[in-house]
Nanobody
Framework: QVQLVESGGGLVQAGGSLRLSCAAS????????MAWYRQAPGKERELVAV???????SYADSVKGRFTISRDNGKNMVSLQVNSLAPEDTAVYYC????????????????WGQGTQVTVSS
């Protein structure tokens, strides 16, 4: 059983900052990538930032220069520092982990957290 639990969302004024965190736990052999998605009301879910093992982080154009993703591999955690928030950043933010469950088994599975709400007031 694998679980991802996010924290750190909330209500913030435009221009403010938040730090979102996500911890993965359970029967995990290795995590190949961790990422953050978001879904605003009435919109499709979009990829915000992703960090694959051994690669530089990648960001959606809309958040470049404002958001920073980081991983703590020893703790199976990923964080997203979100700065200069704008009302259009209002969304539920989800973390994901692409991982393998057993040594010698290369099948990769994606797990999702339950989401954390970020609301930016103007």
């Amino acid at each position: 059983q694998v679980q991802l639990v996010e924290s750190g969302g909330g209500l913030v004024q435009a221009g403010g900052s938040l730090r979102l965190s996500c911890a993965a736990s359970g029967n995990i052999f290795s995590i190949n990538a961790m990422a953050w998605y978001r879904q605003a009301p009435g919109k499709e879910r979009e990829l915000v930032a992703v960090m694959r093992s051994g690669s530089r982080p990648s960001y959606a154009d809309s958040v470049k220069g404002r958001f920073t993703i980081s991983r703590d591999n020893g703790k199976n955690m990923v964080s997203l520092q979100v700065n200069s928030l704008a009302p259009e950043d209002t969304a539920v933010y989800y973390c994901t982990a692409d991982l393998t469950l057993h040594p010698g088994d290369n099948r990769e599975f994606r797990y999702w957290g339950q989401g954390t709400q970020v609301t930016v007031s103007s």
